[in-house]
């Protein structure tokens, strides 16, 4: 366990367990951020059930995020774990200092290297920085999304740029809707059914940020739109976990592509990395105190 810090931010990384963040908190608030640990910490093993170990905090998942089976030669039909690989095993660490930590990992069922920093480059702002490297013969097909669990006790919204916003649903049910409507709902603020969660991939946005407005926080996602054009939302209102004491949280999943899978779209919606090439994208996350973020 790994603790970076600036004056109003502690960070805690796991690299034993899928090199996950543990928690963000708030020093001035006293406040936790993400959702807590459910189970003890242990590391995943490479064919373990991510939903048997502990499923808070923010993991990344890549290259995909259900489980599925790859889809392209060399690699056809090799299994793909629950929320990928990246949130199995462990990551090697490359260097850590107060305010940043450098982490690597060797692809298993693809031949690749990544390389994840997490650094604090203001007191406020975390910036998640990833490079993968294809160190195999055949060009890569790959989805990355965030995967962070944020406390939501009650009241929020999420705010995007202005424009002619749509989402779809996971799983597919064909159908494409305006944001921020849904069955009667504005999940821009209001609660889907108690006892119930919705994954939804919010398309076409104009400029790389959105926000998740708390009463005591905005949470404000900075981003390149040409690596990362697509937003997930994750609404849990008590409907996870199913076999354990369900919480409450919104999970802003900033990703590469609007599926969680590798064979339901069309090829191009998917990134690929070729043979001896690398890819590169970041994520920016600043936690504001709502006061001076309204001000």
């Known amino acids: 366990m790994i603790q970076i810090e600036s004056s109003a931010l502690s960070v805690t990384i796991l690299p034993e367990v899928g090199g996950k ?15 807590p640990p459910q189970n003890p910490y242990r590391t995943i093993p490479v064919d373990g059930d991510w939903l048997a170990f502990d499923t808070s905090g923010m993991d990344d998942c890549f290259p995909n995020v259900a489980a599925g089976t790859y889809p392209e030669t060399p690699w056809a039909g090799a299994p793909l774990t629950d929320l990928g690989e990246w949130t199995h095993g462990t990551w090697q660490i490359e260097n850590a200092n107060a ?27 975390l910036e998640f920085y990833y490079c993968v490297k294809n160190h195999g013969q055949s060009p890569i097909r790959y989805l990355w999304s965030a995967h962070p669990l944020f406390v939501v006790e ?42 119930t969660t919705l994954k939804i991939f919010v398309a076409g946005l104009t400029e790389g940020w959105c926000e998740l407005k708390l009463p005591a926080h905005i949470l404000r996602f900075t981003f390149d739109l040409n690596a990362v054009p697509i937003v997930g939302i994750w609404l849990n209102n008590l409907g996870f976990p199913k076999k354990q004491r369900a919480f409450r ?9 609007p599926s969680d899978l590798l064979d339901d779209l069309d090829g ?28």
């Open 154 to 195: 009650d009241e929020y919204e999420l705010v995007f740029p202005h424009g002619n916003l749509t989402f779809t649903t996971f799983p597919p049910n064909g159908q494409r809707y305006a944001w921020p409507l849904f069955e009667g709902k504005s999940l821009s603020r209001e609660w889907i059914r108690n006892g």
């Open 249 to 257: 949280c919104i999970a802003v999943e900033s990703c590469t592509s």
């Open 21 to 35: 963040v543990g928690q963000i908190h708030d020093k001035l608030s006293c406040r936790d951020l993400l959702i």
């Open 268 to 295: 191009n919606a998917y990134g690929r990395i070729a043979v001896g090439e690398k890819v590169s994208w970041s994520l920016r996350l600043d936690v504001l105190p709502r006061k001076s973020a309204d001000a």
């Open 99 to 125: 305010s940043e930590i450098v982490l690597k990992k060797h692809g298993t069922v693809l031949p690749y290297l990544v390389t994840k920093t997490v650094r604090l480059v203001e007191d406020r702002s």
